[in-house]
T-cell receptor, first 116, second 114 residues
Framework: SAVISQKPSRDICQRGTSLTIQCQVD?????MFWYRQQPGQSLTLIAT?????????ESGFVIDKFPISRPNLTFSTLTVSNMSPEDSSIYLC?????????????FGSGTRLTVV | AQSVTQLDSQVPVFEEAPVELRCNYS??????LFWYVQYPNQGLQLLLK??????LVKGINGFEAEFNKSQTSFHLRKPSVHISDTAEYFC????????????FGAGTRLTVKP
């Protein structure tokens, strides 16, 4: 199955600043996904990132707030812009592996963001 | 669109007791079903999945789940839990015709007491 390295694992940021989260996969994947997990909540999909095209955002999420890059088939970044305390969450990247023994979604270890 | 309902937000049990975490889903198409576990301060780890075939699926750490199509359920069970099983458990579904649309339940916090 794919191995995903996500950085940073945690950060404490001042409101109004931005944080870029990196996600590196050890194999080439067409689609990468970014999720947000607010405190005590389930996972909510932010956007789907295809290599070579603009990310597709879910309702309630916009590119100006959560710009995503996908420069190649193994790497993606998510930026949380102009942060407020409401952005305090765990952010996870994920890839979908088809037709493998570990069919399904594999997740990074997450970035725990606290905005003060 | 599909949806997932985890019927219990919190399940406290004593060590070595059996546990069942309930999951029901709704979908107009056939789905794949998954259970993930999230240990404190960690990401999600796949416990088990149902794709096809036998409706009883065995996963890691002694967990198993049974797919019941008529009841649209995929309950997770373990006959004897350990303290180390304390974690958040998420049920998830993917429609077979759109593998890019995974939906998660709200999660069940399993707390195992000594």
């Amino acid at each position: 199955s794919a191995v995903i390295s996500q950085k940073p694992s945690r950060d404490i940021c001042q409101r109004g600043t931005s944080l870029t989260i990196q996600c590196q996969v050890d194999s080439q994947v067409t689609m990468m996904f970014w999720y947000r997990q607010q405190p005590g909540q389930s996972l909510t999909l932010i956007a789907t990132a295809n290599q070579g095209s603009e990310a597709t955002y879910e309702s309630g999420f916009v590119i100006d707030k959560f710009p995503i890059s996908r420069p190649n088939l193994t790497f993606s970044t998510l930026t949380v812009s102009n942060m407020s305390p409401e952005d305090s969450s765990i952010y996870l990247c994920s890839v979908y592996m088809r037709f493998t023994t570990n069919y399904g979604y594999t997740f990074g270890s997450g970035t725990r963001l606290t905005v003060v | 669109a599909q949806s997932v309902t985890q019927l219990d937000s919190q399940v406290p049990v004593f060590e070595e007791a059996p546990v069942e975490l309930r999951c029901n889903y709704s979908s107009s198409v056939s789905v794949y079903l998954f259970w993930y576990v999230q240990y404190p301060n960690q990401g999600l780890q796949l416990l088990l999945k149902y794709l096809s075939g036998s409706t009883l699926v065995k996963g890691i750490n002694g967990f198993e789940a049974e797919f019941n199509k008529s009841q649209t359920s995929f309950h997770l069970r373990k006959p004897s839990v350990h303290i180390s099983d304390t974690a958040e458990y998420f049920c998830a579904v993917i429609p077979r015709d759109n593998n890019n649309d995974m939906r998660f339940g709200a999660g069940t916090r399993l707390t195992v007491k000594p």
